[in-house]
Nanobody, 123 residues
Framework: EVQLQASGGGLVQAGGSLRLSCRTSGLSFEDSAIAWFRQVPGKQREGISCISMTGGAPWYEDSVKGRFTISSDNDKNTVYLQMNSLKPEDMAAYYC????????????????WGKGTQVTVSS
């Protein structure tokens, strides 16, 4: 059974940092793409970053480029999202998603999803 566990959310002041973790199990990690999505109430879940374990440059949505960094620890089957210079508009529930293959920001590209972790940014 594939499981994804997202953690690391919390309350932070604007300008602060958080690191999210997505721990996976039951997944062929080395053959997978792992993405982070976020969602605010009333809006669609949007992809913000992705890393493919098969290679290629990480993906970033324009609004997080230069502030967020995605990385992986293959020994721990875990993907991280380092979020710096957080803004109030970054406040959302953050989800990690995984599937075999390449990166995508399409929700339909991912079969496996973790539960969200809430990021709250105070101004």
């Amino acid at each position: 059974e594939v499981q994804l566990q997202a953690s690391g959310g919390g309350l932070v002041q604007a300008g602060g940092s958080l690191r999210l973790s997505c721990r996976t199990s039951g997944l062929s990690f080395e053959d997978s793409a792992i993405a982070w999505f976020r969602q605010v109430p009333g809006k669609q879940r949007e992809g913000i970053s992705c890393i493919s374990m098969t290679g290629g440059a990480p993906w970033y949505e324009d609004s997080v480029k230069g502030r967020f960094t995605i990385s992986s620890d293959n020994d721990k089957n875990t993907v991280y999202l380092q979020m710096n210079s957080l803004k109030p508009e970054d406040m959302a529930a953050y989800y990690c998603a995984a599937d075999l293959g390449r990166c995508s920001f399409l929700r339909s590209a991912y079969q496996f999803w973790g539960k969200g972790t809430q990021v709250t940014v105070s101004s």
